[in-house]
């Protein structure tokens, strides 16, 4: 250990041509990933000459995160190899993501260490742990932390809106799928996000599928709903709206993340509608991006997300959405008898936002569609 703290006093970042992020999560978040996987272009401003690799210790998420950062200009090379196959002399700066930072330390030492101290091992290992990962009381977190990294990430993304990067080609790809899937070229995209990781974050079912036969009944008009896990929705749909109605809702069936992310960024989507989950993260960075790189404010689709009570107040609106300009974040409060529904960009930042919240399942259909009108839905 002595050695990696030498190493680590002694590097000079401008000179580092190798840089390894490992990254073990447990569990997968969409949404937290995607605000997380955001501030990886610190490592970009930090280390200006290096390659950036990153590697995903956890199989059975690595397709998910390769979707989100594909087309990411901070991210050379993605990797999944197991702890102890990583050759770490290969690499000038080492940045611990990882609960059992003491696996890591085992590993280098039973490759490198276990009989001499060989001159050539010069690689800095660093954490960032407690930084980037839910607290865990199972958690080692043994190398020191790099604090050059924090101010720079104060710099690189603080109050920047978080961008998911998806390519023209891709764009082109949605449009073609929802044209082979019965999207006219005169009709307008509406995207309705009908899942959550809680159940307390939805709408009332009632009010949810009245929501529905509203925007169904506009002129030149589709919903698409997703399907990831071939579930069938299709059915249930139909049992709630019936056939004439369904005839004009496309269900994107068994498609992976990346290409649900390429139809939120459909050149036709005029709007974006779902509760505070993984997936409206995802719209919001796709056109933050799309602004970025010059598209009018004219061609954004109304992205609305509607929230309730929060498990935690730390956690609240303004925690996840405070960063992301285009989305309506809404909010609904009850003082007594008396409702009101705000949106998030509305309120100040000194305003105390987390009293007198209700749970999504109380927002009336008026609610939505009033904010839909002014939206221009």
Not at 165 to 173: A, V
Not at 200 to 224: A, P, V
Not at 364 to 372: F, N
């Amino acid at each position: 250990m002595q050695e990696i703290l030498s190493n680590n006093d002694r590097i000079e970042n401008h000179k580092a041509k190798r840089v390894l992020i490992i990254y073990h999560e447990e569990l997968f978040f969409l949404g937290d990933t995607c605000i997380k996987f955001n501030e990886l272009k610190v490592f970009r401003f930090l280390y200006t000459n290096a390659e950036i690799e990153i590697n995903f210790a956890v199989d059975r998420y690595v397709g998910k995160y390769k979707a989100i950062l594909q087309n990411n200009p901070y991210i050379d090379q993605v990797s999944n190899l197991p702890i102890n196959e990583i050759d770490f002399i290969n690499y000038d700066i080492v940045i611990c993501i990882d609960y059992r930072e003491d696996l890591i330390l085992e590993a280098i030492r039973n490759k490198y260490f276990s009989q001499h101290t060989p001159a050539n091992f010069k690689t800095a290992i660093y954490s960032l742990t407690n930084k980037c990962l839910r607290p865990n009381a199972e958690s080692i977190v043994i190398f020191p932390e790099n604090t050059s990294l924090y101010d720079t990430a104060k710099v690189v993304t603080e109050n920047k809106p978080r961008e998911l990067h998806i390519s023209n080609e891709e764009r082109e790809w949605a449009e073609k799928w929802l044209r082979n899937n019965g999207l006219q070229n005169d009709e307008s995209l509406f995207i309705i996000l009908d899942s959550a990781s809680a159940r307390e974050k939805m709408l009332n079912i009632k009010i949810y599928f009245d929501l529905l036969r509203y925007l169904l009944n506009k002129g030149k008009s589709q919903i698409l709903i997703f399907d990831e896990k071939g579930m069938g929705k299709d059915l249930f749909y139909k049992e709630w709206l019936g056939e004439d109605y369904c005839k004009k809702i496309i269900f994107s069936k068994n498609l992976g993340l990346r290409e649900d992310l390429c139809l939120l960024a459909s050149p036709q989507t005029r709007l974006i509608l779902g509760p505070c989950t993984g997936l409206m993260h995802c719209a919001s960075g796709i056109y933050n991006y799309f602004v970025s790189q010059g598209m009018p404010g004219e061609s954004v689709p109304a992205i609305i997300t509607y929230t309730g009570e929060y498990p935690t107040p730390e956690k609240n609106a303004r925690y996840w959405w405070s960063n992301s300009p285009l989305v309506n974040c809404v909010i609904l409060k009850q003082y007594g008898n008396n409702r009101e529904v705000l949106l998030l960009n509305d309120i100040g930042t000194d305003v105390n936002i987390t009293d007198n919240l209700v749970p999504c399942n109380k927002y009336e259909l008026s609610d939505l569609t009033a904010l839909l009108r002014k939206s221009g839905i």
